[in-house]
């Protein structure tokens, strides 16, 4: 009498790795020879419930003797009994069980033979079904994967069209379909990221968005470096930020905002003016009339004792925008370094009139009480 490996462990063949375990375990406990007694019956049939477990419990040799299963090769079996001799009557003649015993060692071969081609037919066509299966699986993924990148292609330029008329919260969630049909596109991404941050003002959605599109695109483009570079920024993360907008400028040498953002860092947020100067002078070469880059040179000039040449900047810069509340404010901040108290006073009350609270101050400070 034989038995699978998995009528041993009291499981189906399509019983999975968890089941398998549980299964063996609870033979274990059952059969285990410190529970039997030392019967040997009970040894022998644990050690084959043990060597089932480690075929079954390995998905390569559970593989291969799943496939000898298949065609009909059981592994573990009762040796069967020999057949009874008949012993032969004194005085009979042998040669007729002779000539019997050959015919019947020639049938026993011609079967085995049979045997034999009927296992490996069974083999072979059991590896042209596996690989005909195989084949439809491919094709079945290549062409659901042909089918999201278009819907991927199609969505993306709906997205791209709700962006551009102003209909954030539709480009949102047409990107977000992008995403859905292709997990890997960079591009929506970061343009989804790009309204997360400058529309909607979730600095640590737009992150995790600009973060994805560089995981999915290794070759990233230097405006998801400068938006990345932004996004640290705004978290006081220097390091990143430089990092990243650097990045930018090595991709893109003349992007006057990548240079903006970091002379913005070394001026306003690490007070290292002499650094953001040479970033704002870098920002106007790529863009003369930038005028935030004009506002921040001016200001590094002013922090650098330099309150002529600050003057001269605020003073081009209001000429292109007179409601540039800062520059009028630090304009009065520059006239009061050379002692011009009145051209202070001036530039902050401009200041004060278009809301500053600082300029207010400053006046009942230093302008009023004249």
Request: hydrophobic share 35%; charged share 25%.
């Amino acid at each position: 009498m034989s038995f699978t490996y998995y009528q041993l462990l009291g499981v189906k063949p399509t019983a999975g790795q968890d089941e398998i375990k549980s299964a063996y375990k609870a033979l274990a406990v059952k059969y285990h020879p410190d529970k039997t007694g030392g019967n040997k019956a009970m040894e022998e049939h644990f050690k084959k419930i043990n060597e089932a477990y480690q075929v079954l419990s390995n998905p390569e040799k559970r593989k291969k003797y799943d496939l000898r299963l298949s065609t009909g090769n059981s592994v573990v079996k009762t040796k069967p009994k020999p057949p009874p001799t008949q012993s032969t009557p004194q005085g009979t003649s042998t040669s007729g069980a002779g000539t019997s015993s050959a015919s019947k060692t020639e049938k026993a071969k011609s079967r085995e033979k049979a045997a034999e081609k009927s296992s490996r037919d069974q083999l072979r066509y059991f590896l042209y079904a596996f690989l005909g299966l195989l084949l439809v699986i491919g094709l079945s993924l290549s062409f659901f994967w042909f089918m999201n990148k278009d819907q991927a292609a199609k969505k993306l330029v709906e997205a791209q069209k709700e962006n551009r008329n102003g209909n954030y919260l539709q480009a949102l969630m047409h990107y977000t379909e992008v995403i859905y049909f292709d997990p890997k596109h960079a591009e929506a991404f970061t343009e989804r990221g790009i309204i997360r941050y400058e529309v909607i003002g979730d600095r640590a959605a737009a992150l995790s968005d600009f973060n994805k599109a560089m995981e999915a695109d290794e070759d990233t483009s230097a405006l998801l470096c400068y938006y990345l570079g932004l996004c640290y920024l705004s978290v006081n993360n220097w390091d990143k930020a430089k990092e990243f907008l650097g990045l930018s400028l090595q991709k893109r040498p003349a992007y006057d905002s990548a240079w903006y953002a970091l002379g913005e860092l070394y001026s306003i947020f690490q007070d290292d003016y002499q650094k953001g100067l040479a970033c704002f002078d870098s920002a106007l070469v790529s863009r003369p009339g930038f005028e935030n880059a004009i506002f921040g040179k001016a200001y590094s000039l002013l922090h650098l004792k330099k309150e002529q040449a600050a003057i001269h900047h605020f003073q081009s810069l209001l000429t292109i925008n007179p409601t540039y509340t800062e520059a009028w404010l630090y304009q009065g901040d520059a006239f009061m370094a050379i002692q011009l108290q009145d051209s202070a006073c001036h530039s902050w009350t401009m200041a004060s009139r278009q809301g500053s609270d600082r300029a207010a101050q400053l006046i009942r400070k230093h302008c009023e009480e004249n």
